[in-house]
């Protein structure tokens, strides 16, 4: 079948997004894999469907490149509301997107970035242990924020591969539904780095669901301050907190191009 899709990425961490608000594009596992190579099909972290919610402006139906399916991703949430603007309402400043983890409200800001309410982080939750814990000769430690995070914080990032750390981590028994792993270094109370290794995915560029984790346990261990910038290899995002202890994130959101494609 032929598909058309919008090519769309959040510093750097990258999608194939396919419109199925008519329900009538069923993909299989291999075709996910197909999609995302970066040799033989378009290249991407994950492909996204756009598809019709009773809840919410639209579902976001996101895949990971190895065809694992996602309860949410945060640059990916922000792309779904570019590709909304461009497609369906051009005017539409304010979006209620529906994930796996919940719908999730995002704003269109002057300054032509997204901004996300990504909820309340979570500390307790059956996908991680309930405390720092050492694996690899590292501290992880652990937050969910719609899906599961470890994060480790190092005095210096560049002593660190995270493509020999991060499928170690991720595969650990301690995860019955594996994790997404970050190593962090601190410049200052309001500036953090770090690099991500995402569950079903690998080494990605950027990821704004790995950017709020940080936030969350760099409030709860490091001090941090309420607005705190993440520099990922991709670029910037801005994180910090509403009156409700939710984590607002906000970033770009860019299309590259549209075309169509054949999948067997």
Request: charged fraction near 25%; glycine fraction near 8%; include cysteine.
């Amino acid at each position: 079948m032929r598909i058309k899709f919008t090519k769309m990425h959040g510093l750097g961490n990258d999608f194939v997004v396919i419109d199925n608000m008519a329900g009538d594009i069923k993909l299989t596992k291999e075709q996910i894999v197909f999609l995302c190579d970066r040799h033989m099909g378009v290249g991407a972290d994950g492909v996204i469907l756009v598809e019709s919610s009773d809840q919410a402006d639209t579902f976001m139906n996101y895949i990971n490149s190895d065809g694992s399916v996602v309860e949410m991703c945060g640059n990916g949430i922000r792309c779904i509301a570019k590709f909304f603007q461009d497609n369906f309402d051009k005017n539409k400043k304010n979006f209620k997107i529906a994930t796996r983890a919940g719908v999730k409200e995002i704003n269109y800001l002057d300054d032509e970035t997204y901004s996300v309410d990504m909820g309340k982080p979570v500390f307790t939750h059956v996908d991680f242990p309930d405390k720092p814990t050492e694996i690899e000769g590292m501290l992880f430690n652990f937050v969910s924020v719609g899906n599961p995070h470890a994060v480790a914080f190092v005095e210096n990032l560049n002593d660190y591969d995270i493509s020999v750390i991060g499928p170690k981590v991720e595969n650990n028994s301690f995860f019955p539904n594996k994790i997404n792993v970050h190593l962090v270094q601190e410049i200052n109370k309001s500036e953090f780095k770090m690099k991500i290794w995402e569950r079903g995915c690998g080494v990605t560029l950027a990821s704004g669901t790995s950017s709020s984790a940080v936030y969350a346990l760099a409030r709860k261990y490091k001090n941090a301050e309420k607005e705190v910038t993440i520099h990922l290899p991709g670029g910037d995002l801005f994180l910090s907190e509403n009156e409700k202890g939710e984590i607002i994130m906000r970033g770009p959101a860019v299309r590259v191009f549209s075309a169509m494609i054949e999948v067997k």
